[in-house]
């Protein structure tokens, strides 16, 4: 029997005005056992993959198939931090008894301990559902990738007085449909602060403002591998500028004959 992680959702929910949660995505063995190391306590295996690893424009392509092999790499590599899925586009829209199915098979086959879902009070009943059938829920407000072509684009969401107030609406909807935490992305930072006030589980902010119970950013993001990275993202080395330069090196050494040298070589 695997032992019992140190994050867990109970710790998550507790940290609730105790600690701020720095949280991180991952999309492989060897970055989640890094975070995992650093000790991050919430890792996303995010449908942002979808461009930062596998190429495509938005989220909307990528699969359930994508998203359990990458999900259990995830899991494979944390320890101790709680590893959420994403439930990609159209695996729990279509109706309730396909999301319980899929959210299940990223518990039972990949080794995720939460799925998140995106969508606000309308969403409520799934969520509730889900909780229901022993599987725990990060919710998602505010702008939703998924929705990007309804939404017209990635547009900052809350702004003016009843986008504001559904906006609350939607997150006191998740709150008492029993999520463990919730995501606010993309809204102005007053509004991240007053959700983070009106509701009972962390708030887990991403260009929400540091009124939020927690950050999460998109690990490309932040080891500046990201071409464009967003305005709410921030590069904490530039990791995409070392790897050029040093594949550079190595294939002017391979040109030169420089690589393998000595001590690369078997006697």
């Not at 990949?110 to 879902?117: H, L, Q, W």
């Not at 449909?177 to 606010?184: D, K, L, N, R």
Request: one cysteine or more.
């Amino acid at each position: 029997m695997r032992a019992m992680k140190t994050w867990t959702t109970l710790k998550i929910r507790r940290a609730k005005g105790a600690r701020r949660l720095a949280c991180l995505t991952a999309g492989d063995f060897s970055m989640a056992r890094l975070l995992d190391a650093a000790g991050i306590p919430l890792i996303l295996a995010g449908d942002s993959l979808g461009m930062s690893m596998l190429g495509y424009a938005n989220t909307l392509p990528v699969t359930m198939e994508q998203m359990l092999h990458h999900t259990a790499a995830v899991a494979r590599g944390a320890a101790n931090a709680l590893v959420v899925a994403d439930m990609p586009f159209m695996s729990y829209q279509a109706s309730e008894e396909e999301a319980l199915r899929n959210a299940g098979r990223f518990l039972k086959e990949a080794g995720a301990d939460a799925v998140k879902v995106e969508g606000g009070a309308f969403r409520s009943g799934l969520v509730r559902r889900l909780v229901e059938n022993g599987i725990p829920v990060l919710g998602h407000i505010g702008l939703t990738p998924q929705s990007l072509n309804e939404m017209g684009g990635y547009r900052v969401q809350g702004r003016g007085a009843e986008a504001a107030e559904a906006l609350v609406a939607d997150a006191k909807a998740l709150d008492s449909a029993g999520v463990f935490a919730m995501v606010v992305e993309c809204v102005p930072p007053e509004l991240g602060e007053r959700v983070t006030r009106e509701v009972a589980v962390p708030t887990i902010g991403i260009g929400a403002g540091p009124g939020c119970d927690g950050q999460v950013l998109v690990l490309h993001d932040f080891l500046g591998l990201t071409e464009s990275p967003p305005k709410l993202a921030k590069a904490y080395l530039n990791l995409g500028g070392d790897i050029l330069g040093a594949v550079k090196q190595y294939a002017e050494e391979v040109e030169k004959g420089a690589f393998p040298g000595k001590e690369q070589c078997y006697t």
